[in-house]
């Protein structure tokens, strides 16, 4: 054989080989938190964006669903009129989210808390729906003692044998209220892990995944914990690579487990920002026999190409949605924001309080800004205008506090807010700070060390927060709204959100009311979501007039105004 024929055929054996490998790789991509941005239309602004399941649609065009595995890990049902159209206004047709996902051939997804936010008959139809199974092992049917969901399932794709295990955050019970969640617990996601791992080897599978709705956490977090991805990975070995979520996080690393092997971990932040990849490919150890090669990455959603076979598939859907929140309902005659909300009172902020408290008859409203950066123009209002005056899906209800309470509230939420000042030129606001003390600057500005969502204020009463003061003894709250004395030993009507009185931002529980005292200091709850009622209201109004109008204040007042001068550049930048 000459010595060219050789070379030939070595490259061809080389290429086989290629090939056979190629043929082999198996690529996985997940979702997060897509909170119904599926079409590249914001709906709430009104906007087209440039993210959204039309960009991973050119993916499963293109590749093939036989040689991908497609997953979402929850929160999927709420957080765009369109997951709320399709969930509460048309119930009749098939909803768009299971369509479209069936379209694009999902093969399991994980339950988020926000999915079981919008209730049983909600998340109970789009199951059905689906043509893959909705995972959460820790989610458990008190009747049978079995997951509500399913707790895993396998996959068989390019010769691989492929385990995916859902689990969610078991802090649902501390911010709904249980009518949405009736006939379920939720139980430790650790010890749920190590329950169901020595049944997942026995199937041999040739990769174990997590797919957990719950944040990365801390790795010595084993408890009841919101975010204990971290926590699953290191103390109960045998997954391969877990795909985390619910922090809105973007993260890769890379840990031992306790038993000194490798384990992947991928976050995917939030709303189609990102899509999280990882490729399989047969080990080449061991005869082919070993642990498969892991790589991941995490892919902006908007570095790939739209497909417009989708967008055209989704059209009317997509117009039908613009129609929905176009409706007039009303005008507003000034223009209120969510800025001015972490200086003190808010035009923005005060809207929902005077809702809450003409729609409940309250003598006290506690509420905080939903959105970090949104806004309310003078003009015209539609329906799209609601989700930027109130993010989520929550109940109005009615409580019963003692003054006391309330101020222990309000210190709470004071404690998550605010810096302790010793001059005007300290940080008013509580930043993530990096190594050398100063704020963590992401593109520009500065990120808050607590979600702005449970800074709370109140409406009804006067008082001020000092915040010369140490933590929990900031507030001094001195009279209701209309001059009468307060004591913290009466009871007052309060108005607050279901998430809040539900222990949501661990203000309830810091004011010492926690577990069943909850639910029995409830007067009564709204039969629809707050956002229906403050559309009604504001139909009904024809005009709101948003105005400040609670009557509390920060004080020493000449530091907290110079603090706002320099920290509201710090939050938004010049703009």
Not at 439 to 448: D, K, Q, Y
Request: net charge negative; aromatic share 8%.
């Amino acid at each position: 054989m000459r010595f060219s024929q050789k070379i030939f055929l070595i490259v061809l054996l080389a290429l086989i080989v290629a090939s056979c490998s190629e043929q082999k790789r198996l690529d996985i991509y997940v979702t997060t938190d897509l909170h119904g941005m599926l079409l590249p239309f914001d709906n709430t602004e009104g906007t087209v964006t440039d993210r959204s399941l039309a960009n991973l649609a050119s993916i499963t065009g293109a590749e093939g669903n036989d040689k991908i595995i497609l997953l979402d890990n929850g929160d999927i049902l709420q957080g765009d009129p369109l997951a709320y159209y399709y969930n509460f206004v048309d119930t009749t047709r098939i909803h768009a989210i299971a369509d479209i996902l069936n379209h694009l051939g999902y093969d399991a997804a994980t339950a988020g808390n926000h999915d079981i936010e919008a209730g049983h008959p909600v998340y109970d139809r789009v199951r059905r729906e689906y043509n893959f199974p909705v995972l959460a092992a820790n989610a458990v049917d008190i009747s049978t003692g079995e997951p509500y969901f399913d707790p895993y399932t396998v996959i068989r794709k390019q010769g691989m044998k492929v385990i995916v295990f859902g689990l969610i955050t078991p802090s649902v019970p501390r911010w709904l209220p249980e009518s949405l969640y009736h006939g379920i617990r939720f139980e430790s996601m650790v010890e749920t892990a190590r329950k169901w791992m020595p049944v997942m080897l026995d199937e041999d599978p040739d990769l174990i995944i997590g797919l957990f709705h719950s944040g990365m956490g801390d790795a010595d977090e084993t408890g009841d914990d919101e975010n204990s991805t971290l926590a699953v990975a290191v103390n109960v070995p045998g997954f391969d690579v877990i795909f985390c979520g619910h922090d809105h996080r973007q993260d890769m690393k890379e840990i031992n487990n306790s038993a000194g092997e490798r384990v992947l971990l991928l976050d995917g932040g939030s709303r189609a920002e990102t899509l999280m990849h990882v490729s399989v490919t047969p080990s080449q150890q061991d005869g082919g026999k070993g642990k498969p090669v892991l790589e991941g990455r995490l892919i902006p959603m908007n570095s790939i190409p739209e497909s417009s076979t989708f967008i055209e598939r989704y059209k009317g859907v997509s117009d039908t949605i613009k129609a929905y929140t176009s409706e007039l309902i009303g005008r507003s005659d000034a223009t209120a924001t969510t800025r001015d909300a972490f200086f003190g009172p808010s035009a923005f902020v005060d809207l929902i309080h005077r809702m809450q408290l003409d729609i409940s008859g309250a003598q006290v409203s506690l509420a905080a800004p939903l959105s970090f950066d949104q806004s309310i123009n003078e003009g015209d209002l539609r329906i799209r205008d609601m989700y930027r005056l109130y993010r989520f899906e929550n109940f109005l209800y009615t409580v019963t506090m003692t003054g006391g309470e309330i101020d222990r509230h309000l210190e709470h939420s004071a404690g998550l807010w605010f810096e302790t000042m010793d001059d005007s030129k300290d940080y008013m606001l509580r930043y993530r700070l990096d190594d050398s003390g100063k704020p963590v600057i992401v593109n520009g500005t500065a990120r808050l060390r607590n979600p702005s969502y449970n800074f709370e204020s109140a409406m009804g009463i006067r008082y001020t927060v000092d915040v010369s003061k140490p933590q929990g003894a900031r507030v001094n709250i001195t009279a209701l709204s209309d001059g009468t004395p307060f004591s913290h030993s009466s009871n007052y009507t309060v108005a607050v959100n279901s998430y809040r009185a539900n222990g949501g931002g661990g203000h309830f529980p810091a004011a010492g009311i926690a577990g069943k005292e909850l639910d029995r200091r409830i007067i009564k709850a709204t039969e629809r979501d707050l956002r229906h009622y403050m559309t009604e209201y504001i139909r009904d109004k024809g005009t709101i007039s948003p105005r400040v109008q609670a009557e509390w204040s920060i004080i020493p007042a000449v530091w907290a105004e110079a603090a706002e001068k320099r920290e509201m550049i710090l939050l938004f930048g010049d703009n």
